[in-house]
């Protein structure tokens, strides 16, 4: 995802959405975290690139797996 992405993904959200609490808010914000390391890791080796990729993803995948629990009764289907 490249940053332009990103600005379009953010574009497209309507004014509420885009609050810091809002669920597609959070994501997108988190997705935009899983590609930092890439600039910062253009010049490293290989294996440094790797580790940082690994390094920089942990937290933000575990924050992602419980996001969708987080805003279940925000997001849930109602009758």
Known sequence: MSEGNFIDAEAVLSKEACSAQQAATQFITLIGKLHTAE???STLTTPQ?????IKDSTTVL????VL???HLAR???SR
Do not use: E, F, S, Y
Request: glycine residues 6%; aromatic residues 0%; positive net charge.
């Open 39 to 41: 600039p910062r890791g």
């Open 68 to 70: 969708p629990a987080h």
């Open 49 to 53: 690139r790797q580790h940082l990729r």
């Open 75 to 77: 997001i849930a289907p």
């Open 62 to 65: 575990t924050v992602i797996k």
